[in-house]
């Protein structure tokens, strides 16, 4: 397996994975199937020319199997947030999420992020736990807060971990 930073040219086979993510485990996200299938061709192309955001793919036989994405917060300085974690069923329990969260968490860092923040969406204790495991901290909880386009309310997690930069 193969962890690298999305490019240009990847953005069909990104959005594609991105889709299937989404019809699997549709309360994972905050995004929905519809609005992600109806993007411009040119948001895509844009997104990935991004200095401040990046996305992360996992590539297996030559196949896009998993990705995360990680953007600088604009109001706060120094606050990097994970999204858009997914691995295709077939290919998890394999490590590759732990992969693309190091990755990810690595691009911060290398770009100033003091603090890492993501949020869980919805009644998901398995997805909490994986992210204790790898340092993070629940700071808020917030009470159906999230509205997804058929009227169900999510209740929202904030986690978050603190960045040490480790000085050779
Ligand atoms: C959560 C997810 C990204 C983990 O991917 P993965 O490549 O299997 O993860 P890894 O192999 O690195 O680690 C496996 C861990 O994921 C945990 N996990 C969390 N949610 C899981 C799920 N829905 N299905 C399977 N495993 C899950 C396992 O318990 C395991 O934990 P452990 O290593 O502490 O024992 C993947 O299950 C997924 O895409 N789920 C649906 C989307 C989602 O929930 N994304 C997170 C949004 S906050």
Do not use: C
Request: cysteine-free.
């Amino acid at each position: 397996m193969n962890i690298r930073i999305a490019v240009t040219d990847d953005w069909k086979d990104v959005r594609d994975l991105y889709l299937i993510l989404l019809k699997n485990d549709p309360d994972a996200f905050a995004d929905e199937y519809d609005t992600v299938f109806a993007l411009m061709d040119q948001s895509w192309i844009e997104k990935f020319s991004k200095d401040t955001e990046k996305t992360f793919i996992a590539i297996e036989d030559n196949n896009f199997v998993g990705m995360g994405e990680v953007h600088f917060q604009e109001e706060e300085e120094g606050v990097a947030v994970l999204s858009k974690l997914g691995v295709l069923p077939d290919y998890r329990g394999k490590g590759t999420a732990q992969e693309l969260i190091f990755k990810q968490e690595e691009w911060a860092k290398v770009n100033g992020a003091t603090k890492i923040r993501l949020y869980v969406m919805g009644d998901r204790a398995r997805t909490i736990e994986f992210y204790n495991k790898r340092g993070y901290k629940q700071t808020e909880f917030l009470k159906n807060d999230f509205k997804k386009s058929n009227g169900v309310y999510l209740d929202v997690i904030v986690m978050e971990k603190s960045l040490t930069l480790k000085l050779i």
